[in-house]
């Protein structure tokens, strides 16, 4: 319903700045241009006086006045004045009563969008199949699952897709490692297929850089599965699926799903890969050097050469990675994928080989800073790197400390359930609510704030509605005008910003957008709890709040599921 306030006060601007004789088109506004943003001091507001006042050399406070005395009327919209110069727009009891009756519609979400025919590929993590993931990266599934959720309720087509990088010499040094080391002496801590993964590639890894017979074996094997060698090939499935396996764990954890796994392998053995290279091999900035491949991409701002195939003629991953996404960007209208920065330069390189061809489309990408946990918090079974799999369960043991305390006549199952939803959505929560692009220090006691901060807050908040209505449902015909208090007011809407706030994320890639609304609609559904009586309160008026706490759990739930996080009944 806030789009339909937008709408509305969009369309008596327009006709308003017409009427003052300020026609669109005029002063560079086109029929668009009401610059209407949510705000603190109204339930809209306009700047476009400001940018009027600079074409037309006026007063922008003496052109709102204008605009503002020629504005028309609307059922959604109660009054509209000017603050400074300002316009200021106050939504009406109408616009109350049919954003209540919207959410509580079980026919119809009233937070998803009209499907609007884009169809987009989503990659994330993608993360080398050499052992399990770990902390640093640990934004990318949960940034990439996020905005996945966001663009379907947005109205967009998502497949979400994991590229497998199974042709590396990483993955080739594993195989080796299978083949020649004694796999029984090397027992990781954790019985996951991706620990033991690690464990042969740490070892063979040792190997390979003290002994060059090693190295050149490597090397050989890589060569021979990248030329179709059917004695090598079913090995590196092998491992490649065992690692995947042990990584899908941790991910299923986390509520990160996938539609489909896209082996990078599958571009060499079609021919495609080779069709890119002969195809940049033609172009004026391919050149040889020492028997490689290279493309001189200094006219793009790149000083350093960008190496195609190696001197044996193997292709590296970079290659690899055009011919994928010619194929995705063939089969999508958007292409979207999330990295962390240290892959700019690789996707400046990838972008301006994808120019050089003749694609006419980019991927768009969210780019990452990596995470960090501060010192001496939290250490790691190797002392190498923290993986996600230590991260979760310390969150989940945190998080039974939390529930035990609060709850601790509830039974032990129990108590073991919650604190798995809470202790995931704490680790989901704290990463997705910074901007990706900001870095981040993960801090238990922000992550496991019941009080305000983090995902538990918001969880409880579900909760507490649906404790509410175990003791009362409202009837199925309600006066929502009975509804004047202002914490009411204002939590109803908060609720009606939902789909603006999932328009905005989806159009920007922002998902910490979500995050944010997530917390600020806690806040004002407590704030409402906290001043507003409901099971006390006279008949009439009591169902009337009834209805609206079974909006407020719609829209928590709603709002969790996008965040990938589970809105428990009871904490």
Known sequence: MYLK???????????????AGFAPGEAGLTADDTGLTESAHADLSSSLPFKLAKELKKNPREIAQAIVAKMGRSDY????????????????????TESLTAIRDTNTPFYRLRDNGIRVILEHTSANPTGPLHVGRGRNPII?????????????????QYYVDDMGKQEATIVWGYENLDV????????????????????????????????????????????KDPAIAPKFKQMVEKCLEGQRMTLDRMN??????????GFVFDGEVDRIVRQLAETPYARRKDGALELDLSSFGMEKAFVLTRADGTSLYTTRDIAYHVWKLANCDMAVNVLGEDQKLAMARLEAALKIIGETKVPTIVFYSFISLPEGRMSTRKGVVVNMDDLLDEAIVRAYAEVDKRRAELPDDRKKQIAEAVGIGAVRFD????????????????????EKQGAPFIQYSHARACSILENAQPPARVDYTLLKEKEEIALVKKMAMLPYVIKNAATDLKPHFIATYARELAESFNQFYRFVPVLKAEPGIREARLALVDGARIALAASLEMLGIEAVEEM
């Open 5 to 19: 306030l937008i709408e509305e006060a969009g369309r008596l601007m327009k006709q308003a700045v017409a009427d």
């Open 77 to 96: 919209i109660a009054k509209v004045e000017v603050t400074g110069a300002y316009i200021n727009f106050f939504a009406s009891e109408k616009f109350v």
């Open 144 to 160: 990439g699952d996020t905005l996945a959720r966001i663009l379907r309720n947005a109205g967009y087509n998502v497949e979400v």
């Open 184 to 227: 029984s002496q090397l027992k990781p801590e954790v019985a996951k297929p991706d620990h033991e993964i690690v464990e042969v590639y740490r070892a063979a890894t040792d190997r390979r850089k003290t002994d060059e017979s090693v190295d050149k074996a490597v090397s050989d094997i890589l060569n021979r599965y990248e030329h």
């Open 256 to 265: 990160v799903r996938y539609d489909r796994f896209v082996w990078e392998s």
């Open 431 to 450: 990463i997705i609510r910074v901007a990706p692009e900001k870095s981040i220090t993960f801090k238990w006691e922000q992550a496991l704030d019941f």
